[in-house]
């Protein structure tokens, strides 16, 4: 069985800062996928980047990038320039592999304050 | 483009009183549809998933049951309602077949049973 660990529960950040969320992650699997969601106050999960296993290069959504070390089954999210909008909840997410049935696991999440 | 909707958004529900929650998906056809539940300051436990029309997979064994009864509706029941059954409750979707991976969430339901 897969595993998401973050280990991390709370963070702060000063705005326009840059910070980094740490998860780490447990499988035998050679092909999946994995997530950062972003949890505002609101409660509504959103997608904020995803990162292929089969692709050493590290994803990118414009302030937001990943440090993926597939052999260290590490997958860090980085935040840069800070906003106030970025305060939240995030969690990291595997997905053995695309499809139906394929469930997404999720770690316990972190809380992310930016303060101004 | 495509939009998912939960209602209610709240609820409060007295031990042993029934549950339905509705979540519906517009903008796409055959979705792969998804119940998720989170328990306060904890991530998200997958409930149930459906892949058509009637198709209903159970991940957890628990007081709660799930239905399809069209491409675009998932509905999440109960017949007697625990205390333990609060939480926040999730609806999502994701392309059907081989499409893709990312899962897209509605707004929740907050559901407190008293």
């Known amino acids: 069985a897969q595993t998401v660990t973050q280990s991390q529960p709370e963070m702060s950040v000063q705005e326009a800062e840059t910070v980094t969320l740490s998860c780490t992650y447990d499988?035998?699997?050679?092909?999946?996928?994995l997530f950062w969601y972003k949890q505002p106050p609101s409660r509504q999960m959103i997608l904020v980047i995803r990162q292929e296993a089969y692709k050493q290069q590290n994803a990118t959504e414009n302030r937001f990038s990943v440090n993926f070390q597939k052999a260290a089954k590490s997958f860090s999210l980085k935040i840069s320039d800070s906003q106030l909008g970025d305060t939240a909840m995030y969690f990291c997410a595997f997905m053995k592999r695309p499809g139906a049935n394929s469930k997404l696991t999720f770690g316990k999440g972190i809380t992310l304050s930016v303060r101004p | 483009s495509q939009t998912i909707h939960q209602w209610p958004a709240t609820l409060v529900q007295p031990v042993g009183s029934p549950l339905s929650l509705e979540c519906t998906v517009e903008?796409?056809?055959?979705?792969?549809l998804y119940w998720y539940r989170q328990a306060a300051g904890r991530g998200l436990q997958l409930l149930f998933y459906?892949?058509?029309?009637?198709?209903i997979s159970s991940e957890v064994p628990q007081n709660l049951s799930a239905s399809r009864p069209q491409d675009r509706q998932f509905i999440l029941s109960s017949k007697k309602l625990l205390l333990s059954d609060s939480g926040f409750y999730l609806c999502a979707w994701s392309v059907g077949l081989a499409g893709g991976s990312e899962q897209y969430f509605g707004p929740g339901t907050r559901l407190t049973v008293t």
């Open positions: 499988t035998s699997e050679n092909n999946y996928y």
């Open positions: 459906s892949v058509g029309i009637g198709q």
């Open positions: 903008g796409t056809s055959n979705p792969n």
